[in-house]
T-cell receptor
């Protein structure tokens, strides 16, 4: 089955630690996105990538980093510089040239202890 | 710049009643508009999308939405609510940022369905 996988489903981190969230897609999509979701705030864009080896900051990139070494993979690192990292993180992908439809993974819930 | 406003963070309906979730958008160009649904601790699933074809768009699970340019609205409706419709619903509009496509989401509306 084609789709987007995110791992782990739940992640706990101690303050001051970096942590990496995985996002993999086998849809052959060109563009990939990372969003952060907090209660009552909808989804906010962290980073996006249109092609391999290229990515752009979104609206709330501070304290996060990404890489795009392969078309199917777009990992997100939450660094210790992120002041309030506890949130639900969603990865999405899109076919370039499509009508902007993004398809979402199941999400990772990160909790900082 | 594009933006989305969803009126009502919580909506409660009886099973079998009409569902109406409101979405107003702002866009300087003809927009693409989307409705997504999210069940607890899951990702977002596309319900339907408007891409400048028919103004009445039919989606999955019996939902539909009507694009009204004069009202800058894209409200989501379903004639008869089912218990399984209880979820959070997000309206989104396509936009551009630095030459790249992006989606701008509303804050979401949580739908409760009671017997």
């Amino acid at each position: 089955d084609g789709g987007i996988t995110q791992s782990p489903k739940y992640l706990f981190r101690k303050e001051g630690q970096n942590v990496t969230l995985s996002c993999e897609q086998n849809l052959n999509h060109d563009a990939m996105y990372w969003y952060r979701q907090d209660p009552g705030q909808g989804l906010r864009l962290i980073y996006y990538s249109q092609i391999v080896n290229d990515f752009q900051k979104g609206d709330i990139a501070e304290g996060y980093s990404v890489s795009r070494e392969k078309k199917e993979s777009f990992p997100l690192t939450v660094t210790s510089a992120q002041k309030n990292p506890t949130a639900f993180y969603l990865c999405a992908s899109r076919v370039a040239g499509s009508t902007d439809t993004q398809y979402f993974g199941p999400g990772t819930r990160l909790t900082v202890l | 710049a594009q933006s989305v406003t969803q009126l009502g963070s919580h909506v409660s309906v009886s099973e079998g009643a009409l569902v109406l979730l409101r979405c107003n958008y702002s866009s300087s160009v003809p927009p693409y508009l989307f409705w997504y649904v999210q069940y607890p601790n899951q990702g977002l699933q596309l319900l339907l999308k408007y891409t400048s074809a028919a103004t009445l768009v039919k989606g999955i699970n019996g939902f539909e939405a009507e694009f009204k340019k004069s009202e800058t609205s894209f409200h989501l409706t379903k004639p008869s609510a089912h218990m399984s419709d209880a979820a959070e619903y997000f309206c989104a509009v396509s936009g551009q940022s630095g030459g790249y496509n992006k989606l701008i989401f509303g804050a979401g509306t949580r739908l409760a369905v009671h017997p």
